[in-house]
């Protein structure tokens, strides 16, 4: 099966915000007092650990690529395993906003946005998408994005 570049551009997108937004969530939950609150980001941190895996099997069963291996080997191990060191080149200006997080508001609002750019891509990705699988795979991110955004929404406002 071969992919048009835009798909190609989509996959690296998502598996790129997926990433980003894992080891996100492993620190927020680290800076929670409210034990709730860490268990459903710690959910949230899993759900987008499958979103890259997923993501990452339709790239490398169409094209064979190194480019995700690294990440594939750490985040194919159970739980919820630690990539810092892998993604301190790539991921600098996460990490630097990450350090500013400090309370339950903070997490709150930089989950929410992680969440709607996710929602946007995904959207923006099935639309695009010409080929059935990937669509597929994107509409649902698009739905799993949506319940996250609603999550974090519900979260704020209860503030
Ligand atoms: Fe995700
Ligand atoms: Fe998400």
């Given at each position: 099966m071969q992919f048009n570049e835009e798909a190609l551009k989509f996959l690296n997108l998502g598996i790129s915000a997926e990433i980003s937004a894992y080891v996100f969530y492993k620190h927020a939950a680290a800076v929670l007092q409210d034990k709730a609150l860490k268990e459903t980001i710690l959910k949230i941190a899993g759900d987008e650990k499958e979103h890259f895996l997923s993501l990452e099997d339709v790239y490398d069963r169409n094209v064979r690529s190194e480019m995700w291996a690294p990440y594939k080997d750490i985040l194919?191990?159970?739980?919820?395993?630690?990539i810092d060191e892998l993604i301190q080149d790539t991921h600098k200006e996460l990490l630097a906003k990450i350090r500013k997080i400090a309370t339950k508001r903070d997490v709150l609002e930089m989950g929410l946005s992680l969440e709607k750019e996710a929602f946007e891509l995904y959207s923006n990705a099935s639309a695009k998408a010409s080929h059935p699988e990937v669509r597929k795979v994107f509409d649902f991110l698009v739905g799993f994005e949506r319940s996250h955004v609603e999550l974090f929404e519900m979260e704020l406002a209860a503030l």
């Open positions: 194919n191990k159970p739980g919820l395993p630690d």
